[in-house]
């Protein structure tokens, strides 16, 4: 099953890449990777693993070993965003209110087949703009949709 990929750019733009890349499998997060892992068009480049979420949508939090799910007491931030159940709509002038910490269920660090979707961060720009390798795509793309219809 391919993974979804997504490159990010310190301006803020994210390239979205689908790629079989079973060397991916293995690594954990924080670690770097070679381009030509993911794409020989990316050789050049070097990424760091920063996220990776699995078909269900848990995330992989770095500080829970192994490949499967468990379940983790967490405080507000990476895997808990919302207002508990039991306090409603009602208006709070803190909505995060001090001290709440819920069990909720993550996945591991490791990547494994499991995983749907992985991001990426760029390291090192290899010598070709990530604009144009990702234009190329995108037409030929639109050529191919364009000979079918």
């Keep these: 099953m391919p993974f ?9 733009k994210t390239y979205k890449i689908e790629s079989e890349a079973p060397s991916l499998v293995g690594k954990s997060l924080h670690d770097k990777i070679l381009g030509n892992e993911i794409s020989p068009n990316l050789k050049d480049y070097e990424f760091e693993i920063t996220g990776a979420s699995d078909k269900s ?3 992989a939090m770095k500080n829970v070993e192994g490949i499967g799910l468990k ?9 808990m965003k919302k207002r508990p159940k039991h306090e409603g709509k009602r208006k709070r002038s803190n909505p995060k209110p001090g001290g709440l910490r819920l069990r909720k269920t993550v996945r591991g660090k490791v990547i494994s087949p499991a995983i749907v979707q992985i991001n990426l961060k760029i390291i090192k720009e290899g010598s070709k ?7 190329k795509k995108e037409e ?10």
């Design 129 to 135: 703009k990530l604009e144009e390798i990702f234009a």
């Design 57 to 59: 949508g848990f995330t």
């Design 71 to 79: 379940r983790v007491l967490l405080t507000y931030g990476k895997g």
């Design 4 to 12: 979804k990929i997504n490159i990010s750019e310190k301006s803020g």
């Design 140 to 149: 030929t793309a639109e050529e191919n949709i364009s000979k079918k219809g």
